[in-house]
């Protein structure tokens, strides 16, 4: 298995609500990444976990909020979000050994599509 | 600073000719990696190619071909005989490959330049 897998593939929501975006894995990588990306401009890191530790946080917003529950598992509870919120996250994953080349398997998911209404 | 620029936005050409995709990239580091992905309109990015800064071969995969030149800072990137389906928005980016707190895991992506091929 080589694939990230995101779910769900679109998502729309109130500002009230409350959601949780999925990413899997099961290739053994063992650094996880949610991105965000907004149309027509460059993925933007919000946050990376290693070893199921958070390890950056990008200034990102409270009402985003990760949680790496085992290896496999990335989840982004979004809380009270923004209507400038909608966009597409991915979620992406390597090998993590810093004594080498951490981006080594780099592979991203195919993305969630954020609506906030 | 890192810093990746792809200065073409948009480039239109048609069926079966080349099209050649410009990254010039800045880093102090001397060890790095760049990377090409391709992102279709389902969204996903796809890997196109990794390659770190000491190897300056270029690289051809099929009718993709990689131009790295260290001393202009420059990792371009060539669709050859150029199909509707490379359609797509490609993104150049940039990796430290020295650990530290602050670079750890970050990709420093182009704009992007989107391809558009028409039959």
């Known amino acids: 298995d080589t694939e990230v897998t995101q779910t769900p593939k679109h998502l729309v929501m109130g500002m009230t609500n409350k959601k949780s975006l999925k990413c899997e894995q099961h290739?053994?990588?063992?650094?996880m990444y949610w991105y965000k990306q907004k149309a027509k401009k460059p993925p933007e890191l919000m946050f990376v976990y290693s070893y199921e530790k958070l390890s950056i946080n990008e200034s990102v917003p409270s009402r985003f909020s990760p949680e790496c529950p085992n290896s496999s598992l990335l989840n982004l509870h979004l809380h009270a979000l923004q209507p400038e919120d909608s966009a597409l996250y991915l979620c992406a994953s390597s090998q993590d050994d810093r004594r080498f080349e951490y981006t080594y398997g780099y592979t991203f998911g195919s993305g969630t599509r954020l609506t906030v209404v | 600073a890192q810093k990746v620029t792809q200065a073409q936005t948009e480039i239109s050409v048609v069926e079966k000719e080349d099209v050649t995709l410009d990254c010039v990239y800045e880093?102090?580091?001397?060890?790095?990696?760049l990377f090409w992905y391709k992102q279709p309109p389902s969204g996903e990015l796809v890997f196109l190619i990794r390659?770190?800064?000491?190897?300056?071969q270029n690289e051809i995969s099929g009718r993709y071909s990689w131009n790295f030149q260290k001393s202009t800072s420059s990792f371009n990137f060539t669709i050859t005989a150029s199909q509707v389906v490379d359609s797509a928005v490609y993104f150049c980016a940039l990796s430290e490959a020295e650990v530290t707190t602050d670079s750890w895991g970050k990709f420093q992506f182009g704009a992007g330049t989107q391809v558009v091929v028409t039959p």
């Open positions: 880093t102090r580091d001397t060890t790095y990696y």
């Open positions: 290739m053994g990588h063992r650094a």
């Open positions: 390659r770190n800064s000491f190897d300056e």
